[in-house]
Antibody, heavy 120, light 111 residues
Framework: QVQLQESGPGLVKPSETLSLTCTVS????????WSWIRQPPGKGLEWIGF???????NYNPSLQSRVTISIDTSKNQFSLSLTSVTAADTAVYYC??????????????WGQGTLVAVSA | QSVLTQPPAVSGAPGQRVTISCTGS?????????VHWYQQLPGRAPQLLIY???NRPSGVPDRFSGSKSGTSASLAITGLQAEDEADYYC???????????FGAGTKVTVL
């Protein structure tokens, strides 16, 4: 059973960089797409982007200028960096595995989520 | 505001059938992109419920079913149970936005 666990600071100051890591256990990161998704308190889900095990990426255009997702296959981890954060970036951040059968990508395994607040 | 429109809330008595709609457009569902559904129990992470419009992952009860037609999709829950109280989200791809998108979510209440 694949398990994902997010880690990182729970509080980030405005204008600084939010950095999170997702550790994958029970399976390898190789051969899959890995994603970050966030959920502001009391609101819906927003896809942030993907990284493939090769390191290739695909970002939500609405966040692309501020986002970097990277992967470390030797550690079975992938990471999120979001620059120049504001209060609007306060959210629960989830890491998830993306998969498709014959059609389009969906998210079949999720981490428990970590709340990141942006505040001075 | 999401490009996939869901009703904010639906409710039903135990044992009843409820449906949740997910209405899109020609840049997402209507183009042929698949719809997937997630269940988010209170205080928990979302879980995959339906993928590829109508497929259930292993372990998901057959009380849950999905369908798609034109620019819309639906999730049906039959034999509603108290444990089904949760938020439900649809997800697809929008080629105008160039992004994977979610509906705003529907809260299911068991009366």
């Amino acid at each position: 059973q694949v398990q994902l666990q997010e880690s990182g600071p729970g509080l980030v100051k405005p204008s600084e960089t939010l950095s999170l890591t997702c550790t994958v256990s029970g399976g390898s990161v190789n051969g899959y797409f890995w994603s970050w998704i966030r959920q502001p308190p009391g609101k819906g889900l927003e896809w942030i982007g993907f990284v493939y095990s090769s390191g290739s990426t695909n970002y939500n255009p609405s966040l692309q200028s501020r986002v970097t997702i990277s992967i470390d296959t030797s550690k079975n981890q992938f990471s999120l960096s979001l620059t120049s954060v504001t209060a609007a970036d306060t959210a629960v951040y989830y890491c998830a595995r993306a998969r498709r059968d014959y059609g389009d990508y969906f998210f079949d395994y999720w981490g428990q989520g970590t709340l990141v607040a942006v505040s001075a | 505001q999401s490009v996939l429109t869901q009703p904010p809330a639906v409710s039903g008595a135990p044992g009843q059938r409820v449906t949740i709609s997910c209405t899109g457009s020609s840049s997402n569902i209507g183009t042929g992109y698949e719809v997937h559904w997630y269940q988010q129990l209170p205080g928990r992470a979302p879980q995959l419920l339906i993928y590829g419009n109508s497929n259930r992952p292993s372990g998901v009860p057959d009380r849950f079913s999905g369908s798609k037609s034109g620019t819309s999709a639906s999730l049906a829950i039959t034999g509603l149970q108290a444990e089904d109280e949760a938020d439900y989200y649809c997800q697809s791809y929008d080629n105008s936005l160039g992004a994977y998108v979610f509906g705003a979510g529907t809260k299911v209440t068991v009366l």
